[in-house]
């Protein structure tokens, strides 16, 4: 219950941690879909990183937001980037363009000389 002079415990971790500020609306970013991709449990990935699997969960469902050093860990833990977690869904560009998109500049020239040859045989 609030009270004038008491501000109540869960306000006072708010205004001291931002990632458990509530945010509205659901979650902009791949978080959910990376980690199930890689076939991973929020356990699983909460083990990866620092952050619990409570702090997982709330990021997943849109409880929470994410910050930058946040985003890094995760894509650490996860084999991508940090623009992937919030740009790309693994699972609508598929493997071919998640590799692709992988390789150095020199080799993706070859890759596409590659398929160029595939599909004119």
């Known amino acids: 219950m609030w009270t004038q002079g008491a501000v109540p415990l869960t306000i006072r971790r708010m205004a001291h941690n931002p990632m458990l500020i509530p945010k ?3 979650p902009r970013h791949y978080v959910r879909e990376w980690r199930k991709f890689r076939g991973l449990t929020q356990e ?3 083990e990866r990183t620092p952050f619990t699997t409570g702090a997982i969960s709330q990021l997943e469902t849109g409880r929470t937001s994410y ?13 991508c980037r940090a623009g992937d977690l919030i740009s790309r869904n693994p699972y609508m560009d598929g493997d071919v363009v998640y590799l692709f ?3 150095p500049d020199d080799k993706k020239r ?5 398929l160029r040859t595939l599909k004119t045989a």
Request: glycine letters at 4%.
């Open 44 to 46: 699983r990935l909460a």
């Open 67 to 79: 910050t930058q050093d946040m985003l890094e860990a995760l894509a650490s833990a996860l084999d």
């Open 24 to 26: 509205d609306g659901p």
């Open 110 to 114: 070859i890759a596409i000389e590659m």
């Open 101 to 103: 998109n992988d390789l």
